[in-house]
């Protein structure tokens, strides 16, 4: 999840870069695993853990069932402004932002845990509201979480859900794409970007395209039913993009081992081109099929709007690139 920021997050002398300590926790907690379950495959197989939007696990002895769940962090100062959005919005990105995880693995969300850490004095009844306004609007239910005291506003929700049709097809992974796959958006980019920059300007939204911007921003949608119809129609794989188009397009090509070629980035109204390569918390899909054809007509036969190619998958491995030259840096990454 990016904080919209304009650019790739610099490195800094000292500090530890997000997905290589996600690398090193994997392998920690790998190893904890083979404690527990010293003779089983880690993961065990149709099983995905931690590199994916969401884990997939399978549960029950008799007639099992794969379930995916999805967790994420929201935090002010990090995630989001109290100054440019209410309570109620940062309660309602929280969830939605974790059940666009879901969408990106063509899953439904079912139940939610909800935790909030506040200082004294917050409106935690605000905060709630706004959760509940997206776990209705999901379909989504809370059914558990925590309080707690803390410096500042942190939201942490744990979204579990599933496939509700044709759950043999499995859901759509990082790791599926192949060489020659073309590659779709689902909407065009840049919006919530965009709407931050509005927003931080402090101009009155009165034109309704710039409220549509800064509403995207607060309130960003998962892509639900994009996800579940692109599972359906045959697409290889997935992801949201939450850290930017180029940074996920790059992990959605590292975890498959393809190289990606973009020839196009289709940039919404209201927001600049770097706004929709790098601007992120989109929650719009990337979705790789080795049909375009299909899935087009699957959208268009679900009452969607036609997802809109960017690119494809190549069998260079490392490589990406945007019109012909290299990627530009963009996106983010957290570093501690």
Not at 111 to 120: D, E, N, R
Not at 135 to 163: F, H, I, K, R, Y
Not at 180 to 192: A, E, H, M, N, Y
């Amino acid at each position: 999840m990016s904080p919209n920021s304009d650019s790739q997050s610099a490195p800094v002398p000292g500090t530890v870069d997000e997905f290589a300590l996600i690398e090193r926790l994997k392998t920690r907690f790998e190893v904890a695993a083979r404690s527990v379950m010293p003779d089983g495959v880690l993961p065990p197989t149709g099983d995905t853990w931690i590199g994916d939007d969401g884990a997939v696990i399978t549960v029950g002895g008799d007639g099992p069932t794969r379930v995916v769940w999805a967790t994420d962090l929201v935090v002010e100062g990090v995630h989001v402004d109290l100054a440019l959005s209410g309570l109620d919005d940062v309660g309602y990105k929280a969830l939605m932002v974790t059940v666009s995880d879901l969408a990106a693995m063509g899953a439904w969300p079912g139940q939610a845990l909800v935790s909030f850490g506040a200082p004294s004095g917050t409106d935690l009844d605000l905060l709630g509201a706004g959760v509940a306004t997206a776990a209705a609007e999901s379909g989504c239910v809370v059914v558990g979480g925590d309080l707690s005291g803390a410096p500042s506003v942190v939201v942490s929700t744990s979204v579990m859900g599933g496939l509700r049709t044709e759950p043999d097809r499995g859901p759509l992974l990082r790791s599926g794409a192949r060489p020659g796959d073309r590659l779709f958006v689902t909407g065009p980019l840049g919006r919530s970007a965009a709407g931050l920059r509005l927003l931080r300007a402090r101009d009155p939204l009165t034109d309704p395209l710039a409220a549509g911007l800064a509403r995207a921003h607060r309130r960003p949608v998962a892509r639900l039913r994009e996800g579940e119809v692109a599972r359906l129609s045959g697409a290889s794989a997935a992801i949201d993009v939450s850290d930017g188009l180029v940074a996920d397009v790059i992990h959605l090509g590292l975890s498959s081992g393809v190289g990606i070629d973009l020839d196009d980035c289709p940039v919404a109204p209201g927001a600049r081109k770097s706004e929709a390569l790098g601007g992120g918390e989109e929650y719009e899909l990337v979705v790789a099929t080795p049909d375009p054809d299909g899935l087009v007509e699957a959208y268009l036969s679900a009452g969607l709007r036609p997802p809109l190619p960017v690119g494809r998958c190549t069998d260079r491995p490392g490589e990406y690139t945007l019109d012909g030259g290299p990627l530009p840096a963009g996106g983010w990454r957290h570093r501690f």
